[in-house]
């Protein structure tokens, strides 16, 4: 389970937390002195693992060698908004997991649920994330032409190889090396049975080469996801 750190009061008590991480969110964590805390939460036997998330990469790679300088837990895990329509994390975040073995726990890796195939260009589905309601700012980032054309190829794509639009999203971000596992959401049976068959696909770099050209350019700034510690909109 992930944690964010917001009572300190939490370190007096003698039971242990039911999960085995903490995440730290926000702006400037490290320097508030929640990571220390988060060390004293391991040390006391709280959780096992402290991560992050939105962090951008520079932020990772501070956290890490302020830990190193005291000698504290470093950082195990990031979690950054991370899809092959989100491909920001590829462009400075993954390169730094990748030396200082982080692993990304990405979350929204089915773009809000674009990249399951669902929503069709003349198909809205009802009581979908962005079928409306509250959604409307993640319903005008996704639910684009641009980005149609881009699903009904990679729907071509995934079709001839045999595999489902799900399998496929979560093989492009497992076929990295810093990606450990994928955050993946579900409100029904049907999805999670969706999700379980997501695994156990493997591409090639012919195959991801070919993905990459269907795909939407990525950002050549690692900005990382800053909007996502303001507010929940995209």
């Given at each position: 389970r992930q944690m964010c750190i917001r009572d300190r009061n939490l370190f007096e008590n003698e039971k242990p937390l039911s999960g085995y991480g903490e995440m730290i969110y926000g702006e400037s964590l490290i320097a508030q002195g929640n990571y220390e805390l988060g060390v004293k939460f391991i040390k006391k036997g709280k959780i096992r693992y402290i991560g992050c998330s939105n962090y951008m990469a520079w932020e990772l790679v501070e956290g890490i060698h302020i830990s190193k300088r005291y000698g504290w837990s470093e950082f195990t895990t990031i979690q950054p908004e991370f899809s092959m329509f989100e491909r920001e994390p590829e462009s400075e975040l993954v390169h730094a997991c990748d030396k200082y073995n982080v692993g990304i726990l990405p979350y929204f890796?089915?773009?809000?649920?674009?990249?399951?195939?669902?929503?069709?260009?003349?198909?809205?589905?009802e009581g979908g994330r962005l079928s409306g309601g509250g959604h409307s700012a993640w319903s005008e980032k996704w639910l684009t032409e641009e980005n149609f054309?881009?699903?009904?190829?990679?729907?071509?794509?995934?079709?001839?190889?045999?595999?489902t639009m799900v399998q496929l999203a979560f093989a492009w971000l497992l076929a990295k090396k810093s990606v450990s596992s994928v955050i993946a959401g579900a409100t029904s049976k049907d999805q999670i049975d969706s999700n379980i068959t997501g695994s156990g696909i493997n591409l090639n770099e012919e195959e991801i080469i070919e993905i990459n050209n269907l795909l939407p350019k990525r950002n050549e700034a690692g900005v990382g996801n800053i909007l996502r510690r303001i507010q929940n909109t995209p």
């Open positions: 890796p089915l773009a809000s649920g674009v990249l399951t195939g669902k929503y069709k260009r003349d198909s809205i589905p054309n881009i699903i009904e190829n990679l729907e071509k794509w995934a079709s001839n190889k045999g595999i």
